[in-house]
């Protein structure tokens, strides 16, 4: 339970990730608000999941959801740079979070 509780704060991050580039500076009202509701939650969801496992790897799967999430979401929807080296770069980094979460322990 703990490690999914990672896996939905790693996907709020991407939205709030994605909320703090369309909020231009905190100056659009609902993108700012967005951000920090998904911001709360997100760090809500990790706190209580860091209350179960080690602090290493949630925290490195949770920024790694996070990254990747947000940089697949700027290729698809923000008409940010797509490239080889990018789309191997983010599935690195998924492999990572993925041999991560599988070497975490609860306690």
Do not use: N
Request: glycine share 12%; proline share 2%.
């Amino acid at each position: 339970m703990a490690w999914l509780l990672v896996v939905v704060a790693g996907l709020l991050e991407t939205g709030f990730a994605v909320c703090l580039k369309l909020s231009h500076g905190f100056t659009r009202l609902w993108p700012t608000i967005a951000f920090a509701s998904f911001a709360l939650g997100s760090f809500g969801l990790l706190t209580l999941a860091l209350k179960k496992l080690d602090v290493g790897p949630a925290y490195a799967v949770w920024t790694g959801i996070g990254a990747a999430g947000t940089a697949i979401y700027g290729m698809v929807f923000l008409d940010d740079l797509v490239s080889t080296l990018k789309i191997v770069s983010i599935s690195l980094v998924i492999i990572g979070v993925i041999g991560l979460q599988l070497s975490g322990s609860s306690h």
